[in-house]
T-cell receptor, first 112, second 116 residues
Framework: KQEVTQIPAALSVPEGENLVLNCSFT??????LQWFRQDPGKGLTSLLL?????REQTSGRLNASLDKSSGRSTLYIAASQPGDSATYLC???????????FGTGTSLTVIP | KAGVTQTPRYLIKTRGQQVTLSCSPI?????VSWYQQTPGQGLQFLFE???????NKGNFPGRFSGRQFSNSRSEMNVSTLELGDSALYLC???????????????FGPGTRLTVL
């Protein structure tokens, strides 16, 4: 069974810092990996989707990388802002359906 | 384009009752997945429907069931509610099967179910 781990569980940084969130998965036979953010009590907002054939994706201040062979992905956030404060979740799909396995998330606080 | 909508947003039920939650996917999306989110277990996959057929199922008891209609709208039902069913239930829609890049998931705001 696919296990997804996210480290650290919580992170607090001053505004303006660059930061990296980590995601690891046990089964490298993934189809896609997706990063989300979740604000308290809300649903998930899709940030980036990395296809299994890709190594990275970029959107604005966000850059996600994927290394299937080592079972790792990182989400890089440049010049962090207080509005980036949220829980960040990574998820992987492993079959030809849409079953995603989620990590437990990293709770990010950006201090003004 | 309208996002994924879920109704109701909040529900309070008592043990033993049953509940039905509704999800309307993004227009054109044929796949709908359901997830349960709790503080202790995180996000867990319940099931996925594609073209009115259940395609994948997670490790949940038979009290949890779902269906999908011809317009891709989906409902999930929980019978004989237990205290442990209290959770945020999230619905996600995607365009198609997991061809590379075509299974990006878009989530609704969720239904907060409280079982007393």
């Amino acid at each position: 069974k696919q296990e997804v781990t996210q480290i650290p569980a919580a992170l607090s940084v001053p505004e303006g810092e660059n930061l990296v969130l980590n995601c690891s998965f046990t089964d490298s036979a993934i189809y896609n990996l997706q990063w989300f953010r979740q604000d308290p009590g809300k649903g998930l907002t899709s940030l980036l989707l990395i296809q299994s054939s890709q190594r990275e994706q970029t959107s604005g201040r966000l850059n996600a990388s994927l290394d299937k062979s080592s079972g790792r992905s990182t989400l890089y956030i440049a010049a962090s802002q207080p509005g980036d404060s949220a829980t960040y979740l990574c998820a992987v799909s492993v079959y030809t359906g849409n079953q995603f396995y989620f990590g437990t998330g990293t709770s990010l606080t950006v201090i003004p | 384009k309208a996002g994924v909508t879920q109704t109701p947003r909040y529900l309070i039920k008592t043990r033993g009752q049953q509940v039905t939650l509704s999800c309307s996917p993004i227009s054109g999306h044929r796949s709908v997945s359901w997830y349960q989110q709790t503080p202790g277990q995180g996000l867990q996959f319940l099931f996925e429907y594609f073209s009115e057929t259940q395609r994948n199922k997670g490790n949940f008891p038979g009290r949890f069931s779902g269906r999908q209609f011809s317009n891709s709208r989906s409902e999930m039902n929980v019978s004989t509610l237990e205290l442990g069913d209290s959770a945020l239930y999230l619905c996600a829609s995607s365009l198609a099967i997991a061809l590379a890049g075509y299974n990006e998931q878009f989530f609704g705001p969720g239904t907060r179910l409280t079982v007393l």
